[in-house]
């Protein structure tokens, strides 16, 4: 069993960054594929970044690629991503998941099998 916490979201000006944090509770974080995920307003919940459990591989899609840099710290079980360069239409509730098993680039919310709660991130034009 994993608990995710994310927090790092909050308002800010097209142009700026935010970097989300998720915190996980449980002994076997470093076993885990972790993503990104966001769900605007009206919208189905869309992949954003994964990472798999050493943080030597990484995957974007391709609306944030260059922008967002997912990251990992096994020592202190968290997981963050890194926003640069945000856009008015990032704006969404951010999540961050946990999935079992080997590594791939898992893009679909069902490939994943822990959630944390979201934070709203908001961008101004």
């Known amino acids: 069993q994993v608990q995710l916490v994310e927090s790092g979201g909050g308002l800010v000006q097209a142009g700026g960054s935010l970097r989300l944090s998720c915190a996980a509770s449980?002994?076997?974080?470093?076993?885990?594929?972790m993503g990104w995920f966001r769900q605007a307003p009206g919208k189905e919940r869309e992949f954003v970044a994964a990472i798999n459990w050493s943080g030597g591989s990484t995957y974007y899609a391709d609306s944030v690629k260059g922008r967002f840099t997912i990251s990992r710290d096994n020592a202190k079980s968290t997981v963050n991503l890194q926003m640069n360069s945000l856009k008015a239409e990032d704006t969404a509730v951010y999540y961050c998941a946990a999935g079992r098993g080997a590594w791939n680039t898992r893009t679909l919310p069902r490939e994943y099998n822990y959630w944390g709660q979201g934070t709203q991130v908001t961008v101004s034009s």
């Open positions: 449980g002994r076997t974080f470093s076993s885990y594929v």
